[in-house]
């Protein structure tokens, strides 16, 4: 056997766990993580809960021998594996590791980690090593979970480009594991060239459902490709399992650069994977090394993983348009089999296969599922007595691999560039302490909305965590909120600072929804300005992110009239001074707000410079402002998810959230996001009649959080419920500040079931918008069963 091929017990070998801080910038050295050097090795008793005794025994044998012609004829007794003398040794500390690290973060010593551990595991099956895989670390760990602390649903996902399919046999009929994976099959062409690695595979008896195989049958597959994936199959599916721990077999060889896997995802892919995982869960995420062969873009996926679980936001990606068709068929298939078993996967139309009849004036795409195996390992009579050795690795050639390596440089340094470093606290909070521009009496936009919220916050020792930043004087100047409105409608305004109480009471009458005083115009001059302050604050990496707590709100405010308790566009005022100070391109406005931002559509119609979506109560122009044009058809920059058909509640706004506003966010790649926050989509409010929870607020947070650098600024609107919107809020600024959110109240008495007309708006919007986004080209039918 070649001595060059080792197995040791050195510094490398070791369990990296990271320890969440207020703030973080690059890691530059080991202080930004905890570091336990002291790795142990897993017992006799826990490699047993996966593995059989006679293998272990048969493994353990290994250690004794030292003729290299002896290891060589014992490893050619499995698939692609070598032994030494350390090979026994080292993978007890490899399955150790990943043992301690798991039990560390269950026990809530730490958040999450990273075992930086080999040899890998995920391909080691019972009684038999496989594919440089001794023991199956990953499994050992769950199984571990499962059987000492009791945990009742752990959700595995390997991203590794080969199929784990040891980790599928060892949990295809638990209902306590969940097991995910993305890999590179080519119709079962591509090692391990099993018939199982295929999408059909979906688990047994009481594990039916839980086995999610998403196979790859091309090369050259890039972020683009995997994050549909990502979006539209699985991290649905992982929230409405909803699980107590998230493990991940973390193999870096569809890293680009990599000779195995022959794909071209760059590092920071698998930040932002990373990142999505961390709203699971608690944010208890245990990542285990599994493959990964071309060293540099090897050593960069970790580094950027590692930094995403420190808290760093992910850099943008640079995605490619349109989507590999092979990868669409997959995730089709996909979906078609696993649909009855969860309610996320209900978007795609279907149809019914034995009617041939087909709409000409409406002809829709429809994908039919195939199942087809091209390997040969399944088609042998009898599995070989030996494997090779020697020489059955693919080898680059040095012009392949200068050109990967100036590629992964080039990534790198784009990167670096990317990140941002700031200067002290993560997140900004401004507030408007005046209580002027008050109606009296019971009016819902009264100034302890912002009152109960700060108290509420600084009760909850967040103001602390915060830069706190206090406006009395910068108010917004003329030529600032012209940038959106018209100086008639700037003037109008401006008049009321000198009119008596009747006047005050005819102007209110022209208007909708409006109330005055005196110093009305001061005050929306104020609340516009503190935003503007949270502008310059992110953008000049003084903080990463911020939150304004303003009164009025702005959202309903068009170019030329007030409305809806609002004035001046707060947003997309602060959105069009960003472009103008700052030189920015690409912004996206997202509004949760109950009503529609019809105010804030009309400023930004047509403007590709910012993308702007809003999640609204429309109930068919039936609901505050009763406009038309509050339905999805409008304009490619303008995607309005109208909703209609009784109270809206999380799985409604997080199915939206999968499968289409991720999506065209990605696509669209924004330098800068905004949210028109409004919280009367709340629990509680009595305006919106919704029933969205703090928690849910709090993972939409998180999932925009993942864009733009991290670069996003929350500003009030509505929300009429006091205690509603401090909880709401409190939830927003704690993942702000690098917080896992909360776990969402899911009910187990009823799997999520999604409400009719909230998928049947969400389908509307993708069918309308599916030929201005590419990132939409999945709007194909599938057939109602796949029988």
Known sequence: MDHNVTHQIDQSDEVRVTEIRPYNHLINDEADCNLFNKARKATEDEILLVHDADYVEKISNTAQMIDPDKLEHESSKYDAVYFNSNTYNLALYSAGCAIKLAENIVGGIVRNGFALVRPPGHHAMKREACGYCVFNNVAIAASVCLNRHHLKRILIVDWDVHHGQATQQTFYNDERVM??????????????????????FIGEGNGRRLNVNVPLNDIGLCDSDYLTIWHNVLLPMFYEFNPELVIVSSGYDAAIGCPEGEMLLTPSFYAHATHTLMGLANGKVCVVLEGGYCIESLADGVSYTIRTLLGDPPVPLRMRYPINETVISTILDVISVHRPYWNCLRFQRTFNRHDNEIDDDN??????????????????????????????YPVQSDETKSRYLNAIETLRTYADNQYVSYDDKRTCIIQMISAQHNAGGTHPERPSRVQFLWKFLKTNNILERCLVINNRNRMATIEQI????????????????????????????????IYCTEDTFSMVRLAIGSLLQV?????????LNGFAAIRPPGHHASRNSPAGFCFFNNVAI??????????????????????????????????????????????????????????????KNVINIPWYGGPMGDKEYLAA???????IAYNFNPQLVFVSSGFDAALGDPL??????????????????????????????????????????????????????GALPLDENDRDQLNECAIETIQNVIDYHSTNWPCLSLNVDIPETIL
């Not at 959230?657 to 999506?663: G, R």
Request: proline share 5%.
């Open 363 to 392: 002809q829709r795409k429809r994908h039919y599922p195939m199942i087809e195996y091209r390997g040969q390992l399944e088609l042998l009579p009898n599995k070989p007595e030996t494997y090779p050795t020697r020489d059955c």
């Open 535 to 543: 502008v310059d604050c992110v953008m000049r990496n003084e903080c």
């Open 688 to 741: 919106g009649e919704y029933r969205i929870t703090p928690q849910a607020f709090g993972h939409m947070t998180h999932l925009l959080s993942s864009l733009a650098n991290g670069k996003i600024i929350l500003s009030l609107e509505g929300g009429y419920n006091l205690k509603s919107i401090a909880d709401s809020a409190l939830e927003c600024i704690k993942v702000l500040l690098g917080d896992p959110p």
């Open 482 to 513: 012209g940038l959106c409105h018209s100086m008639q409608a700037i003037m109008q305004v401006r008049s009321t600072e000198t009119m008596s109480n009747k006047e005050l009471r005819v102007y209110e009458s022209k208007l909708d929804s």
């Open 179 to 200: 097991y995910a994976s993305i890999h590179r099959y080519e119709m079962g062409a591509f090692w391990p060239e099993l018939i199982e690695s295929n999408y059909n």
């Open 657 to 663: 959230f999968f499968n289409i506003i991720l999506p």
């Open 574 to 635: 602060a959105a069009h001074y960003a472009i103008e100070q700052y030189n920015l391109k690409r912004i996206l406005i997202l509004d949760w707000d109950i009503h529609h931002g019809d105010g804030t559509q009309d400023i930004v119609l047509n403007d590709e410079r910012i993308l702007f979506v809003s999640l609204h109560r429309y109930d068919n122009a039936n609901f505050y402002p009763e406009k038309l044009d509050s339905n999805f058809c409008i304009a």
